[in-house]
């Protein structure tokens, strides 16, 4: 069975500091790791995901996330962050591509 | 990056009307769809999976007389809310599943807010 957890309901990071949201997951075989983005009122928008190739991976809006199979986590970040990415952010784990098990989401908020 | 469209993305209806929502993937063929349903500040509870051209697998606990599924072409789910009751407000997401060289990718749609008056 496969599982997520984010650490962290909330986050609040000052504008132009580090942003760091954590994602552990559980799998009892190789996963695809995603982190998805959520504004108010809106489906989810792809981040990053994780394919078994290189365990850093770069994803739009200048965020990345590591792979780390020791720690099971995914973390995700970001050097700097900015006022539009506030939102909340949701990692995902998937064994097959077909079911997505997602986590409870963590809600970011930058201060100006 | 691919494209899925919902419509519509609100609607509002009197207790015991039936309510369709559709998920389109715009720019690829999608075999199989997914819809979800979140809570106010919740996550995204998976109700069921959509095969085009067969019957949909529903997740445990979700009614599928209630909540009826049609997948008729590999670019179109449907999903209806039949009889709908106002614990069924909630915010639908419908997903299109793309299959590629480096593993497949869940695209979401923008979602529907559903009002039952």
């Known amino acids: 069975a496969q599982s997520v957890t984010q650490l962290g309901s909330h986050v609040s990071v000052s504008e132009g500091a580090l942003v760091l949201l954590r994602c552990n997951y559980s799998?009892?075989?190789?996963?695809?790791l995603f982190w998805y983005v959520q504004y108010p009122n809106q489906g989810l928008q792809l981040l990053l995901k994780y394919t078994s190739a290189a365990t850093l991976v770069k994803g739009i809006n200048g965020f990345e996330a590591e792979f780390k199979k020791s720690e099971t986590s995914f973390h995700l970040t970001k050097p700097s962050a900015h006022m539009s990415d506030a939102a909340e952010y949701f990692c995902?784990?998937?064994?097959?591509?077909?079911?997505?098990?997602f986590g409870t989401g963590t809600s970011l908020t930058v201060i100006p | 990056g691919a494209v899925v469209s919902q419509h519509p993305s609100r609607v509002i209806c009197k207790s015991g009307t039936s309510v369709k929502i559709e998920c389109r993937s715009l720019d690829f063929q999608a075999t199989t769809m997914f819809w979800y349903r979140q809570f106010p500040k919740q996550s995204l509870m998976l109700m069921a999976t959509?095969?085009?051209?067969?019957?949909?697998?529903?997740e445990q606990g979700v009614e599928k007389d209630k909540f009826l599924i049609n997948h008729a072409s590999l670019t179109l789910s449907t999903l209806t809310v039949t009889s709908a009751h106002p614990e069924d407000s909630s915010f639908y997401i419908c997903?299109?599943?793309?299959?590629?060289?480096?593993?497949?990718?869940?695209?979401f749609g923008p979602g529907t807010r559903l009002t039952v008056l």
């Open positions: 959509s095969n085009e051209g067969s019957k949909a697998t529903y």
């Open positions: 995902a784990v998937s064994v097959t591509g077909n079911q997505f098990y």
């Open positions: 799998s009892s075989v190789p996963p695809y």
């Open positions: 997903s299109a599943r793309r299959t590629g060289r480096k593993g497949d990718t869940q695209y």
